[in-house]
């Protein structure tokens, strides 16, 4: 049987508590609700219980020994929609501990492990709209002028031709990461991912399986990191006075790929003041520990901005959260390509999602026959109509429809391309022939995607390191099916209404 995290959340209070009584919040105080009340349903998941998980408080006695507080633990992780809590691990006590000695003051927010979105911030009070979720101090925050602080601050300032202020931040952290037990930065660095999952980390044999344009951009990262990285040789060396060993076995390229990641998947956008010292290019990074936990969520929306009368980088929620559950702030409008490019990660029925079709796949399905075929792509490529081109949620796009309409004119019509690109109607007949064109692309693409999925688990296979990797690579392509199953069937139905 198929259930979801909130009916299994359910399922395991009543089995634990088989035979106690259950306290409803909002209901009458003291009212007992006895388990034989509740009726527990879940096909596919459609939620037949009326008591939501997080509203079910435990009547039990307190109690201040061992059993109690593993019970208390035992109760939490229970409640906290498949969370597991980790705020009692050494690793999370001593950051706690580093950003309270910087003013930080403890919140509602525990850092626990979810079985969907992974490491997290859950809540342990509920938040209306609009308030504060975490407040972090200046001192907190790791910025360029944290850098320029540092010993590394007068080999940057005497370096020529300045420096980005991104690669300034990475020799900062690939350098206290080298410093270990004896960085102040130890209690931060020690809870910061060990490997990322971004495409410039990916196998080349993985990223073969991405889909068109996501494929080239994660090519283009690679040589980015890699440029980056023999680009900065230079400086690097300069770094040796600093290290006893050889700066080339600290500064290696996988060091470089790691704080580049970093920066790249956590940092929050906070413009610093241009300084001499460094190239043009943006100084917008702040790492912000601890609230660097917070996963994304296209559906919630916050404010995240450093406030200048407290000194603190602040997010405030716009929407409700509620108590218990996992706190997401919004990195963005991101599709999925762009979650996975920027972030390393996708987010399952994201509404930003679509599906791109690239030339090579129009190619393939424009009609072989037609005389005009190459004016008509030029007229296309002239006018940007070959980029961006989509199905979505809600089937093709505006854009995609538009390049078909074009595409699909006949040559007693084709004078009236310029309206076509205006959104004007042709003909009947052509809005038929463009329909079906779309449905063709999407057929065509339903079955490019069911191919990768199954060469992906072929290569799951003969491949165990490659795991997560491929898992990645698998939920897009799945998200990326059910967007193209829901195109089809709208374009099926619009089909038939013109036919
Ligand atoms: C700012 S960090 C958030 C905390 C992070 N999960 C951690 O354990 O440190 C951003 C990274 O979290 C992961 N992430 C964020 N939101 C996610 C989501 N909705 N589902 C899965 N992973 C997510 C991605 O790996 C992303 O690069």
Request: positive net charge.
């Amino acid at each position: 049987m198929q259930i979801c995290s909130q009916c299994r959340a359910l399922l395991l209070l009543l089995i634990f508590n088989k035979k106690k009584s259950i306290v409803y919040r909002g209901a009458k105080r003291n009212t007992k609700i006895e388990e034989s009340n509740f009726s527990f349903s879940c096909s596919g998941c459609v939620h037949k219980q009326q008591i939501l998980p997080t509203d079910l408080i435990f009547n039990m006695q307190k109690s201040r020994g061992r059993t109690g507080r593993k019970r208390r633990r035992k109760h939490f992780k229970d409640l906290t929609s498949g969370g597991v809590n980790y705020s009692h691990k050494l690793e999370y006590i001593q950051l706690k501990k580093w950003l309270k000695e910087r003013g930080f003051e403890d919140n509602h927010l525990k850092p626990a492990q979810f079985s969907d979105t992974g490491r997290g911030l859950l809540t342990t009070k509920a938040f209306q709209a609009g308030e504060l979720i975490i407040s972090l101090p200046e001192k907190c925050l790791l910025t360029t002028a944290t850098v320029l602080n540092s010993y590394l601050g007068k080999y940057i300032v005497r370096w020529k031709p300045p420096l980005s202020p991104l690669i300034a931040l990475c020799t900062f952290l690939i350098a206290e990461k080298h410093t270990g037990e004896r960085s102040p930065w130890k209690p931060y660095l020690d809870i910061l991912p060990k490997t990322y999952t971004c495409p410039a980390c990916l196998e080349q044999e993985v990223v073969k399986l991405l889909p068109d344009p996501l494929r080239r951009k994660a090519q283009e990262q690679r040589t980015v990191v890699q440029e980056l990285h023999s680009s900065s040789k230079p400086f690097f060396s300069s770094l040796q006075p600093l290290l006893t060993e050889n700066v080339e076995a600290v500064f290696t390229y996988d060091a470089l790929l790691w704080a580049w990641c970093t920066i790249n998947t956590r940092t929050v956008y906070m413009k610093q003041p241009q300084k001499e010292c460094f190239s043009r290019e943006p100084d917008i990074y702040a790492l912000a520990p601890y609230l660097d936990l917070l996963n994304h969520s296209p559906n919630v929306q916050v404010r995240g901005t450093f406030n200048e009368q407290t000194r603190c980088y602040e997010i405030r929620m716009d929407s409700r959260c509620r108590k218990y559950e996992e706190v997401f702030i919004c990195y963005g409008p991101h599709d999925n390509q762009r979650l996975l490019l920027e972030y390393g990660f996708i987010a399952i029925d994201n509404p930003h999602s679509s599906v791109y079709v690239s030339t090579d796949t129009l190619l393939k399905c424009v009609f072989l026959g037609d005389k005009k075929k190459n004016t008509k792509l030029s007229i296309l490529k002239g006018h940007g109509f070959l980029e961006n081109l989509t199905f979505g949620w809600d089937g093709p796009s505006w854009r995609l429809l538009t390049a078909l309409k074009l595409l699909c004119l006949g040559a007693d019509e084709f004078a009236c391309w310029k309206r076509v690109l205006l959104g004007e109607v042709i003909s009947s007949g052509n809005e038929e022939k463009a329909l079906k064109l779309a449905t063709k692309i999407c057929f065509s693409l339903i079955e490019e995607t069911q191919h990768v999925l199954h060469q992906i688990s072929k290569l799951k296979k003969d491949n165990i390191n490659l795991e997560a990797q491929l898992a990645l690579i698998k939920g897009l392509r799945l998200e990326d099916l059910r967007i193209l199953q829901k195109s089809a069937e709208i374009l099926s139905n619009l089909n038939a209404t013109v036919s």
